[in-house]
């Protein structure tokens, strides 16, 4: 988890950052004194929630706010000051809560109790996948490298069973066809320890769920053109219209590829 400490007063942002950091041990904290630092820094990840004090030399609370909405438009905002009267002002750019100096690591927690987009509501914009032409999976619109080619495989019968649950010997059949399902199991063992090494090490690592040596993914977590069209049919956004392509890389896949041909023209021959 990011969060943004943002304060142009020393003794109020060390005391900010160290807030937060007792108060949230686990997540990242970065601070700045000044809106020249933070409007040039580049995250590599989506910030959860940004600590803003109201009044900044050269700027502002409400113009910060403004500037990082624009970047995340799931942001938490959390104002900080030591005057109450500015309270209506956090109203204005839709604030998640307002902090009255001195800040605490009790206040902070109060706080991100009622966080106003959960972080795990933020993962589901972070992941997109593409399963319309060759299957792609991005992170913060990068593509992600695995260490195993089919570990990128693995994931994408994951998605094209919806959400269900693959036991062992339903992926074997599709990575493997044929082959006997023991020949490959330690083989598997470490494609499913590829991927979510690697989700996790992006932090998404709550898009896949497992049970009983089973696994799937959750389609709510991620955001995917072949989960919007189902969804929506021909009312699905342009860019997750299918035209005729389904993970061509993978044969297994040609039995959903004929559904989805058959559902087509089945809507634009009527």
Not at 82 to 91: L, N, V
Not at 161 to 173: D, E, P
Not at 177 to 195: F, G, I, T, W
Request: glycine share 6%; with cysteine.
């Amino acid at each position: 988890m990011l969060i943004y400490a943002v304060d142009d007063e020393r003794f109020a942002l060390e005391n900010l950052t160290d807030s937060i950091s007792r108060a949230l041990p686990e997540a990242e904290v970065i601070s700045f004194r000044s809106v020249d630092e933070l409007f040039t820094y580049e995250p590599e990840e989506p910030c959860t929630a940004a600590f803003v004090d109201v009044k900044l030399r050269g700027s502002n609370g409400l113009e910060v706010a403004r500037f990082l909405q624009d970047q995340n438009p799931k942001i938490n905002l959390i104002f900080t000051t030591g005057f109450s009267e500015y309270a209506s002002r956090a109203f204005r750019v839709h604030a998640s809560g307002y902090i009255i100096k001195p800040v605490t690591p009790d206040k902070v927690l109060a706080e991100m109790g009622h966080l106003r987009f959960s972080p795990k509501d933020q993962t589901a914009s972070r992941v997109r996948i593409r399963a319309f032409g060759p299957f792609e999976i991005y992170i913060d619109e990068v593509p992600v490298s695995f260490k195993y080619t089919k570990t990128k495989e693995l994931l994408a019968i994951l998605v094209d069973r919806k959400g269900t649950l693959c036991s062992t010997s339903t992926i074997c059949g599709c990575l493997w066809e044929n082959d006997a399902v023991d020949a490959h199991r330690s083989y598997l063992k470490n494609l499913r320890r590829d991927l979510f090494t690697t989700l996790t090490d992006h932090g998404c690592e709550e898009i896949i769920t497992r049970s009983k040596g089973a696994i799937g993914i959750l389609p709510s977590k991620v955001t995917c053109d072949y989960f919007n069209y189902l969804k929506g049919g021909d009312t699905a956004d342009e860019d997750d219209a299918y035209r005729g392509e389904y993970m061509t890389r993978y044969s297994w896949a040609e039995y959903t590829h004929a559904l989805l041909d058959e559902a087509y023209l089945r809507e634009h021959l009527q």
